[in-house]
């Protein structure tokens, strides 16, 4: 059986002084949950975190991962950088830095082999827009963005990957995929999988949704037998709305 994962992303929001107040508020809501609990704050907060979430269930994200190991990459910061500041997961490729930033499925694709040879865990995302979910393409899309993040790794280092599907129409929107579309799509993203990796590489990947998932709609998206868990964007900013997903 997979093990769910439940990772909160920050985005660009808390200060140093607020992300250890808030990971301190979390702790005690979420000591007995029965999946993986991940926040990936800012850069800027790594120092203030690690050592309040030290020894207890909560895990340390970032949001972004360059592949190059150091030179001339002003503003961007290394695979080993993030691992000696304590850093255990990484997100890669979000919709946001596709939108805004220039990411691309080759650069989602020397993220993610940079950050897993480092020994992180990757979070690869990928997901469709509304106009190509109405005009039929998101197995298309899914199955391209997986296949091309994911090609070049080894079936060993798949094992230290966790995909999280997110319709890009869905994120901060406050509209959420039924059930059944995440479902369906997620077990598309698995059949991609398999294709390149064999279905048992394909049965043991953690695949999250991600999307306006909050405390009102986890139960039935988790409820779903392809879904593994969330990354959570808006539900993530609260301790008490973040401990309600976790302890779906
Ligand atoms: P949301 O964001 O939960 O605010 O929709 C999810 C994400 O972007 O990862």
Redesign the pocket.
Known sequence: MRKPIIAG?W?MNKTPEEAAQLVKDLIPLVKDAKCDVVVCTPAVNFAAVKPVIEGTNIKLGAQNVHFKASGAYTGELSADMLKASGVEYVIIG???RRQYFGETDKTVNLRTVAAVKAGLKAIVCVGEMKDEREAGYTDMIVTYQTQMALHTLTAEELENVVV?Y?PVW????GLTATDEQANETIGVIRKAIAAKFGEEAAAKIRIQY????KGSNVKGLMAQPEIDGG?????SLKAEDFAQVVNF
């Open positions: 992303n985005k979000h919709s946001e999280a997110e869905a994120i901060g929107t991600g999307g306006s998932m990354l959570i964007g808006g539900a």
